[in-house]
């Protein structure tokens, strides 16, 4: 046969074989299960098959090409008819799943749209920070510390600070004159049906960075006023309020203008209130039932909010010793609390609970009673540190996460107020290395009502870089004490400002890792900080500016000088809530926020192995094969592996003493 023949006739054969290919794989599961072939690696052959058909059509003659296509035309639909009646079931799954990511994303879509911006009054009191119920002086105390944080010749570099400033004085002016405050409490804000002195409003735009961000337990309570359900609830909303505004933060949203669909459940029933906390992992509902049942009810709510730290020395005389010898993963801090009677003890166990709840994320919180304390075998430098047994002191402890021993103590006379107990444990978090988050930034970085705190932050620190950082700043703030001391004894003065705030030391990490950090969680505006930063490896910020000073210092021995007097610091404004690692999404949220952002060739990739996955599971269920089996698991493991949420969501079950916190040493 010649040569011409042979190669005519091979290419005949392999054009046959292949015709014969793709019919079986179009037709294939007609006599057998649907799950026999991938419908996704079928369709990606028959298309590479046609394509090469068509490439061979075009490279003959146009004749040739028209007639072969009339003839394969009636194939390629019946074929395409036989497929479709051979896969009706997966064909309708996959058709079914696509349409529920459509109608997902769709719903992503939607729920971030923002709505159309509502006129409202200024609520003077929300911009004091005070109640409504509020004494003159009390106003005039609120005016006079929010003025000097935020007035512009303060703040020379801060944008915001003279609108702030502008609204802080109009408020001032309104609500310091008796007869404009009584006007404005007629005829503003405060004449809305329904008002609670002491709830936040919440909106859309505030609710992310008062509530989602927020360490505070917040109980939030959604209305309408013209709803009678909403108005019989009231009084037993605003008893609780007032019981129990210092320990959560209770909060409203007014469905009048806004249905609230941004919120992470759907609300159904008013009014139905809601508990946020980050300690609580999901939001909880309060089961609104029967009114005389209400009352009780809900302040179960409110007071379960807390763990419950207190050491059972009563019933186990043995239970410091062994959390003490117990290695945890965070740094253990211990309240002795004096109290008499039962309901003294009760009262003076909540505040240390809400800080327990507020510090999770970096201490391991207990109480106890002094005098039960004092009863047990403990060591003389714990004994040392506690107050005296009849004494109405307390006091806070610190102990490393592996060690019994006390590193660090205070003692404070008792009841204290929160703000003074949060000082000191501002002092501890030198000695722990905290990760900056925007979590953390909150907690850490907000300034007190009794003292104002910047933050000072190192990029990607080691201890020892930390452990120097907090010397420096130790004995930079020693001597800098020592020079006011001299300038007020010699009869000059020195403001408030420059003498009442704190400096905390923390460090933000940019490299993947199981803590908080740029490359792990979500901070889009982080590129923010690092033009900002250039070269330098720490900066000081100020969460209540939204500020940020970039730091080219080789020892911050001068920083308390500096930061009283703004010398040398040049401050940017930033947006610091999405410059921060914020790493409280989930999965879902993780996955729908990188779809939002794919390109078109990843958004078909992932539809791609999205059906395989399913076809995979599909072939496992019903060939019930341990090998398909483990290959679905093992490409569903592959795939959550590549997820930083995964492996901190895996590192809640490994066990305490794997991931014991390591101390810094002073």
């Not at 002195?197 to 735009?205: D, Y």
């Not at 062994?322 to 801090?333: D, F, I």
């Not at 900080?529 to 910020?541: H, N, Q, Y």
């Amino acid at each position: 046969m010649p040569p011409v023949q042979r190669k005519a006739k091979a290419n005949g054969h392999a054009k046959a074989e292949r015709d014969s290919d793709v019919d079986v794989l179009l037709q294939g599961a007609v006599t057998g299960k649907w799950t026999d072939s991938f419908i996704v690696l079928a369709a990606l052959r028959w298309a590479v098959g046609r394509g090469m058909e068509l490439y061979e059509a075009r490279s003959g003659s146009a004749r040739g090409a028209a007639k072969q296509k009339g003839n394969q035309q009636p194939e390629l639909k019946e074929a395409a008819a036989q497929f479709v009646q051979a896969h009706k079931v997966p064909l309708g799954l996959v058709a079914i799943f696509v349409v529920t990511c459509a109608i997902i994303i769709g719903g992503e879509s939607l729920d971030r749209l923002p709505d159309r911006p509502l006129e409202q009054a200024e609520d003077y009191y929300g911009v004091l920070g005070v109640t409504r119920d509020a004494e003159t002086g009390d106003i005039k105390r609120a005016y006079k510390t929010l003025a000097k944080r935020w007035h512009p010749d303060r703040n020379p570099n801060c944008s915001s600070c003279q609108e702030t400033f502008s609204q802080i004085a109009m408020a001032y002016e309104t609500l310091s004159d008796d007869s404009k405050r009584a006007a404005y409490d007629e005829a503003g804000v405060a004449a809305s049906e329904l008002k609670s002195a002491k709830s936040v409003p919440l909106t859309r735009e505030n609710f992310d960075e008062l509530v989602t961000f927020s360490n505070d337990v917040w109980i939030v309570q959604v209305f309408r006023p013209d709803n009678s359900h909403c108005a019989s609830f009231h009084p037993f909303w605003e008893n609780q309020v007032q019981k129990y505004g210092h320990l959560v933060r209770f909060g409203r949203i007014d469905v009048t203008d806004d249905q609230a669909n941004w919120l992470p459940l759907k609300v159904r029933v008013l009014p139905t209130v809601l508990k946020f906390g980050r300690h609580l992992g999901t939001v909880e509902i309060f089961p609104i039932t029967q009114m005389h049942e209400t009352p009780q009810a809900l302040m179960k709510f409110v007071l379960t909010s807390f763990p419950n730290i207190g050491l059972p020395l009563n019933v186990d005389k043995g239970a410091l010793t062994k959390w003490l010898s117990k290695s945890t993963r965070h740094h253990k801090v211990l309240f002795a609390i004096p109290g008499k009677s039962e309901e003294e003890r009760y009262k003076s166990h909540l505040v240390p609970r809400k800080l327990a709840a507020r510090w999770s994320d970096i201490f391991d919180m207990r109480s106890a009673e002094t005098m039960l304390l004092h009863d047990l075998p403990l060591p003389p430098e714990v004994k040392a540190a506690l107050p005296g047994k009849n004494e109405s002191k307390g006091a806070v402890l610190f102990f490393p996460a592996t060690s019994a021993r006390v590193k660090a103590f205070a003692v404070f006379d008792w009841p204290a107020g929160e703000e003074e107990i949060v000082l000191e444990l501002l002092r501890f978090t030198a000695m722990v290395g905290v990760p900056l988050s925007v979590q953390g930034a909150e907690l850490m970085c907000r300034s007190l009502a009794i003292r104002r705190v910047y933050c000072l932050v190192l990029l990607d620190a080691s201890d020892t870089a930390m452990a120097r950082a907090a010397r420096d700043l130790e004995e930079s703030r020693t001597q800098y004490q020592t020079e006011v001391a001299e300038i007020r004894a010699g009869g000059g003065e020195v403001s408030e400002d420059e003498d009442n705030f704190v400096v905390p030391t923390l460090r933000l990490l940019r490299h993947p890792s199981l803590q908080p950090s740029v490359a792990s969680c979500f901070a889009p505006k982080f590129p923010q900080v690092e033009r900002a930063l250039g070269a330098s490896s720490a900066f000081l910020m100020d969460m209540d500016t939204s500020r940020i000073a970039p730091l080219r210092l080789s020892s911050f021995r001068g920083l308390y000088p500096q930061i009283a007097y703004e010398d040398s610091l040049t401050w940017v404004d930033i947006d610091t809530i999405r410059s921060l690692p914020d790493c409280s999404e989930g999965l879902r949220q993780r996955f729908m926020r990188q779809l939002a952002r794919a390109s078109t060739t990843e958004l078909a990739w992932q539809l791609l192995l999205a059906l395989f996955l399913v076809e995979a599971t599909a072939k496992a269920l019903t060939s019930q094969s341990m090998r398909w089996c483990f290959g679905v698991l093992g490409l569903t493991l592959a795939l959550l592996l590549r997820s930083p949420v995964f492996w901190r969501q895996l590192d809640a079950y490994v066990p305490d003493f794997l991931r014991a916190a390591q101390l810094i040493e002073l």
